[in-house]
């Protein structure tokens, strides 16, 4: 019996949530919740994963659409049992254990599940439980032990008694059971409780009159096996999530000022020494140099960044910035942004689809767009390239070591060479030849003024 399966329960309304999107998709350090499963279950090589879908299940099989699972429809939301029961058809016949994990668990770590598995292979049994020891077990299903330590079953809070809601080692809903015995002990299970449910839970005491062997492996944290139902429960983990992250990056080399607000996504990189400072985010799949210093106030997304880049208060969405390049501050760079080595660019300038050539200056109030800027240019305050039409974008074209005065407007296409020089206020509508110096804009008249 080594083969494993995976079944996934998502199917669940999520009410607590109140939210129209579907619970599993909502997201954690900016993945959905049930990525977090599939990531802590695929280093243990399943066979095949199914996923019970329910409630808008339209948008999870969506979410998930190129992703290796097989989904199942629960039709009606019935309870934990009558989801599982759901893959019955699929694995009537299979011989081996099958992994059962909720949707809403995101925190599991796959340490964890590989232990779990390794206990329910070792003691032969029909089920093993994930369970945890804590100190305020409140909502969650109770494990039930007989006085020699044999787990009997599972209480779910609103059944049980007093007594029983003193017991500290509650049900993380991840279990690992044997096939074909559960669909026997599933077809016993009934909806007499007090939320009418088909309870999964119930399965285990089924087992347990069958003679089957049961157990638990009480050792996940809790963090681990954090349920969320609530977006107070969202907040949480992401709390738990930003400070492992966080340590992980400080124990590693990196200075954070203050984690309590500072933000970096799970597949984000920093390097050593560099240093950040409050409020920042760095979201996706960010990549950031040694020496650098981010901050304070800057969002930083997709993004590569070389060492010794500074970057203050600024944007910077799917850009890529060499060595020793000053950003900001309010500084704003969208997608497709090149800043190459020793650049600048400062307040209130905005790129995009551009690149900014070694040791060039964009450093006051510019857009640039669809441009390409050569080594050592330099941009006056206010310049702008005009670079649609309203139908289409055009290029524009600067050489290296041009200088362009202040409030200058580039109407693209347009080529302008080299070491050129383009006098402030002009609005350029023609190349520009190369060492050329290029003026248009209405001469500046006189007049002696008249009087009343
Ligand atoms: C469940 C357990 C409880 C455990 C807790 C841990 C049951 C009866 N109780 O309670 O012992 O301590 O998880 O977090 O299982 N689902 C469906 N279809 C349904 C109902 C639920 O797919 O008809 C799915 C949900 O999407 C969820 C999982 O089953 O992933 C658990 O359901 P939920 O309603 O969240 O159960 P809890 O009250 O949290
Ligand atoms: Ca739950």
Request: hydrophobic fraction near 35%.
């Amino acid at each position: 019996m080594n083969k494993l399966t995976v079944v996934i329960l998502a199917a669940g309304e999520g009410t607590r949530m109140k939210s129209f999107l579907p619970k599993v998709l909502h997201k954690l350090n900016g993945r959905p919740l049930i990525r977090w499963v599939l990531s802590a279950v695929a280093p243990l090589k399943p066979g095949k994963s199914y996923i019970v879908v329910g409630h808008d299940k339209k948008q999870v099989c969506s979410e998930l659409s190129k992703d290796k699972v097989i989904f199942v429809e629960q039709k009606k939301q019935l309870g934990s049992g009558h989801a599982l029961k759901q893959v019955e058809r699929y694995l009537k016949r299979y011989k081996g254990n099958i992994l059962v994990l909720c949707g809403d668990v995101p925190l599991i770590q796959k340490q964890t599940l590989s232990n779990l598995v390794s206990i329910h292979k070792k003691q032969n049994n029909a089920a093993t439980i994930l369970s945890s020891m804590i100190d305020n077990p409140f909502s969650y299903g109770r494990i039930y032990r007989l006085p020699s330590g044999q787990v009997r079953g599972i209480i779910e809070e609103k059944d049980a008694t007093d007594r029983q809601r003193e017991i500290k080692e509650i049900n993380s809903g991840i279990y690992c059971f044997s096939s074909p015995v559960i669909w026997d002990a599933l077809k016993k299970i009934k909806s007499d409780n007090k939320k009418k449910e088909y309870y999964l839970t119930d399965a285990i005491s089924f087992l347990s009159d069958m003679g089957e062997n049961i157990g638990a492996y009480p050792n996940a944290k809790f963090e681990e096996i954090l349920g969320i139902n609530n977006r107070a429960d969202l907040a949480r983990a992401e709390k738990i999530v930003r400070g492992n992250i966080l340590k992980n990056l400080m124990l590693n080399g990196v200075t954070i000022v203050d984690p309590e607000n500072t933000y970096v996504s799970s597949q984000a990189k920093i390097g050593t020494d560099t240093v950040i400072f409050p409020g920042t985010v760095i979201e996706g799949k960010t990549s950031i140099g040694k020496n650098c210093r981010i901050g304070p106030y800057s969002y930083i997304k997709d993004s590569v960044l070389a060492d010794n880049v500074e970057v203050v208060s600024s944007y910077i969405y799917s850009s890529s910035i060499s060595k020793r390049v000053k950003i900001g501050p309010f500084s704003h760079l969208r997608p497709g942004t090149k800043v190459k080595e020793g650049a600048k660019v400062g307040n209130f300038s905005e790129t995009k689809n551009s690149t900014i050539g070694a040791g060039s200056k964009v450093n006051h109030l510019s857009y640039i767009g669809d441009s390409y800027l050569g080594k050592h240019v330099n941009i006056g305050a206010g310049t702008i390239t005009c670079n649609y039409d309203g139908v289409k974008k055009y290029k524009t074209i600067i050489g290296d070591r041009s200088f362009v005065g202040s409030n200058v407007n580039f109407v693209a296409p347009v080529k302008i060479g080299p070491e050129t020089l383009i006098g402030a206020g002009s609005t350029i509508t023609n190349n520009v030849p190369k060492k050329h110096m290029a003026i248009a804009r209405a001469r500046q008249v006189n007049k002696v003024k008249k009087k009343k």
